[in-house]
Structures are given as C-alpha cells and as structure tokens.
C-alpha cells in the first residue's frame, strides 16, 4: 500500500510538472529560436532589423529597455544568457510546485483512507457477532496498522509541504529580484568593478608586452563593458518606470 501512494504521488506530480512548465519551455525555447536566428543574421541588416523588431513585439520584457538600434551579438548572447537563468528558475518553480499539488493530492487521499477506516472499524464491531472474534479481531489489528502508518505518512507530508513552502516562496523572491534596481545597480557595481581590474591588468601586460595577457584582458573589458551597457540600460528604464524596485 506505501508503495502504491508513493507511484501514485510520482505519477501525479509528473503530470502537474507537464502541464505547469509546459508554456515556460515552449515560450524559452521560441524566445531562444528568434535570438539565435538574429546573431546568425549579423551580416544582413535588413533581416535582422526585422527580426529585432519580430523579438521587441513578442517579447518586449528582452529588450525593451534598450532603447539604441544598434543591438550586438555579444548583448543578445549577455541578455539571454540572463533571461535563460531566469526560465530555469521558474521551471525549478514549477517543479516545486508539482511537488507541493501531489503531495496535497496524496494527502487528501491518505486522509479519505483514513474515514474508510474509521467507518470499517465500526462496521465490524456491529458485525463481530456474525463474522466472529477471531476474524474480526484480525482485521481491526490490520487496519488500525495501516491507520498508524497513514498518520506517519501524513506526519512527513506535512513536513515536506512546509520545506516545499519555504523553498518555493525563496526561490520566487529570487525571480522577482532580478526586475528591482538594488538587484540591478548590485551587478552594476561588481561589473564596474571588474571593469576597472581588467584594466589595470591589461595596462600590466602591455608594458610587459604580454600578448596573451593583452588579448585576454580585451575581450574581458569588451564583454564587461556589453554587459555594463546592458545594466545601465535597465537602470535607467527602472529608475523612469512608477513600478520601480527602488521606489
């Protein structure tokens, strides 16, 4: 029986997690598909003009708050790098939840066994005369042992509901962060940071004519400084937006 309600909880939580992450995948995976067909289109201005229109249309949150045309590949790859850890936390969410719904479904089922119980033991103490001692005697011992594992069990779904609560309302504080200005100008703060070493250090390897070290630290500070543009940017829409994480 404790074998039948844990495939059953697995089976009922693999069906709610279908159908709660079902859009996010299908949505990540679209958003995904039209990036990549715009930096695969970097040398046709025109199409990718287009399709940077297609991306705004459909998904004006990716890149709304950039307001300059000129859109490169390494802020698409940057934002959507971003973007994507976003969809894998709201899908590690949906899974939480289709964990939390089963072990409710389980619940409520363990507890409707246990009423069954309840009306049975009754039952045959009005019965005992007809079924006898002995059989009677038999089944109530066995269903007040399965009442008692019912309690157990109720006891640890309780205790994972709560751990599914807390990790479930963290996690959704974590996705909303990353929309609220502290969490923005944090990250501007350590990129500017960083910023300022890659600098440093490739003034070092220029005077110690370090061509690796030089090379290095160039695409370091050319990615530091997309990734700076593309923070300023959301900065500056968050800051002009009535909803914004620092008001």
């Known amino acids: 029986e404790a074998d039948k309600r844990h495939n059953d909880l697995l089976e009922v939580e693999k069906t709610l997690m279908t159908g709660y992450s079902a859009e996010i995948v299908k949505e990540r995976d679209s958003l995904n598909a039209i990036v990549g067909s715009i930096m695969r289109t970097n040398e046709n201005e025109e199409i990718r003009s287009t399709l940077i229109k297609k991306l705004k249309l459909e998904y004006p949150e990716f890149l709304g708050f950039i307001t300059d045309e000129k859109i490169s590949n390494e802020l698409l790859?940057?934002?959507?790098?971003?973007?994507?850890?976003?969809?894998?936390?709201?899908?590690?969410?949906?899974?939480?939840?289709?964990?939390?719904?089963?072990?409710?479904?389980?619940?409520?089922?363990?507890?409707?066994?246990?009423?069954?119980i309840e009306d049975r033991l009754i039952a045959i103490e009005k019965e005992r005369y007809r079924i006898g001692d002995k059989k009677a005697d038999e089944e109530v011992a066995s269903l007040n042992v399965e009442y008692k594992q019912l309690n157990s069990t109720l006891d640890d779904y309780k205790k994972k509901q709560e751990e599914l609560t807390t990790a479930s309302t963290k996690l959704e504080a974590s996705i909303k962060e990353y929309d609220t200005l502290p969490y923005v100008e944090k990250q501007l703060?350590?990129?500017?940071?960083?910023?300022?070493?890659?600098?440093?250090?490739?003034?070092?390897?220029?005077?110690?004519?370090?061509?690796?070290?030089?090379?290095?630290?160039?695409?370091?500070?050319?990615?530091?400084?997309?990734?700076?543009?593309?923070?300023?940017?959301?900065?500056?829409?968050?800051?002009?937006?009535?909803?914004?994480?620092?008001?």
């Open 189 to 247: 703060a350590g990129l500017l940071s960083a910023r300022k070493n890659y600098g440093e250090n490739l003034k070092k390897a220029q005077d110690t004519e370090n061509s690796e070290g030089i090379a290095y630290y160039q695409e370091q500070i050319k990615l530091a400084d997309e990734q700076i543009k593309m923070y300023e940017a959301k900065k500056q829409a968050l800051l002009s937006s009535p909803k914004s994480g620092g008001h």
């Open 77 to 116: 790859a940057l934002r959507l790098a971003e973007v994507n850890t976003q969809y894998a936390e709201r899908i590690r969410l949906a899974a939480l939840k289709a964990k939390t719904g089963a072990i409710n479904n389980a619940a409520t089922k363990a507890e409707e066994r246990k009423l069954e």
